[in-house]
């Protein structure tokens, strides 16, 4: 891609003011244009070198981070959005110590422990899901790793929602042997998420009950399995710019087909209550730049997305967003599915299930 190109939609990004096209230095416009010339003629990824070009761009250069994020979504995606709903299927009790989480055992969050959801409420939310349109129903379960009453109950109702609702069937279930991943790709489980959060280098500022390498070890076993690995991160947690960039390469490494980006939406009785929102506009340049680093990945809004952007979550859908949670989260509130269905509808975007490119 040409420098006037880019020099093009930075201008058009800005507006036609003089002072603000004058505000697009060449700084900004050579690492765009190399960027843009790697994804949209080349089809390659980027380096870690021109992603980390991209990363020091100044803050006048976000519109045109955004443009370009958004053009090669349309360019490797198309412009579909899959929707996805999730229910917590066990929620709270969880032995592990996850900062960031309220459903710790371990910390005096207001989160209580609750008993597995039994079929018939597991069916009811999913026919809920497919009511909105959407296409992808995730089980998520606050545990280790499930132990066989867990895993039975799942493997029981992966195929029974998936023909009665017409739904992809996910979950998420922790930690998992090879035998447990296996037993669940059988069953039809078409998407396993387990999120690797941060980067390698402050996994334990985060965690100590387990490690990075066995999240590392379960995706692993979820595409040697034969299913779609769903593999997220959590951004504000106090991780430096360097270790984001860190973890675009790791997650790389795993090859996800999906990517959900949540925020830190921080939870009383946490150890991470006090930390502030990640700010809207670095919010943004990150899903931008998650998206020009990882072109073919489903790239899901999530968690905390509510109350980091405000106002501002139709510009991720074109910053490098293709998919997104609806309704509420695990144990925080989400907005109305109808309010996203609106703005997808603004924006011209259809609704429908996506794959990652291959």
């Known amino acids: 891609m040409s420098e006037e190109r880019v020099g093009e939609r930075a201008s058009e990004a800005h507006g036609d003011s003089p002072a603000a096209v004058a505000t697009v230095s060449r700084v900004t416009i050579v690492p765009l244009a190399a960027a843009g010339t790697a994804l949209l003629e080349q089809r390659r990824q980027l380096t870690a070198g021109e992603l980390a070009a991209l990363a020091a761009l100044p803050p006048d250069s976000l519109p045109a981070l955004a443009a370009l994020a958004h053009e090669v979504r349309l360019a490797w995606c198309g412009p579909t959005v899959e929707v996805e709903g999730i229910v917590s299927a066990k929620t709270g009790g969880c032995p592990e110590d996850c900062g960031f989480c309220s459903q710790s055992a371990r910390f005096a969050s207001p989160v209580r422990a609750a008993p597995l959801l039994d079929l018939d409420q597991l069916l009811g939310a999913a026919e809920e899901t497919a009511r909105l349109g959407a296409s992808e129903f995730c089980i998520v379960v606050a545990l280790r790793g499930p132990d066989e009453r867990t895993l039975a109950r799942v493997i029981e109702a992966v195929p ?9 069937v996910a979950a998420s279930l922790g930690i998992l042997t090879a035998g447990q991943a296996r037993r669940l790709a059988d069953a039809g489980l078409h998407r396993y998420n387990h999120n690797l959060e941060t980067a390698r280098s402050y996994f334990a500022q985060v965690v100590t009950t ?3 390498e066995e999240r590392v070890e379960t995706c692993r076993l ?25 973890l675009l390469s790791e997650l790389r490494d795993v090859d996800p087909a999906e990517v959900p980006v949540n925020f830190l939406s921080p939870r009383p009785g946490t150890p991470m209550a006090g930390r502030p929102l990640v700010e ?8 931008a730049l998650f998206r020009l680093a990882l072109p073919e990945v489903i790239l899901r809004y999530a968690g905390g997305r509510e109350v980091t952007l405000r106002e501002l979550q139709a510009m991720g859908l074109t910053s490098g967003i293709n998919a997104l949670i609806v309704g509420n989260y695990l144990t925080t509130l989400g907005r109305a599915p109808q309010d996203d269905l609106d703005m997808l509808a603004d924006l011209g975007m259809p609704v429908g299930a996506l794959s990652k490119v291959l």
């Open 160 to 168: 029974l929602i998936r023909d009665r609702t017409g739904l992809n």
């Open 210 to 212: 387990h490690s990075w």
């Open 222 to 246: 979820v595409r040697d399995a034969g299913m779609e690995l769903c593999c997220g991160v959590l951004l504000g947690m106090g991780e430096s710019e360097h270790q984001r960039l860190e």
């Open 280 to 287: 809207p506009l670095e919010a943004i340049r990150w899903i």
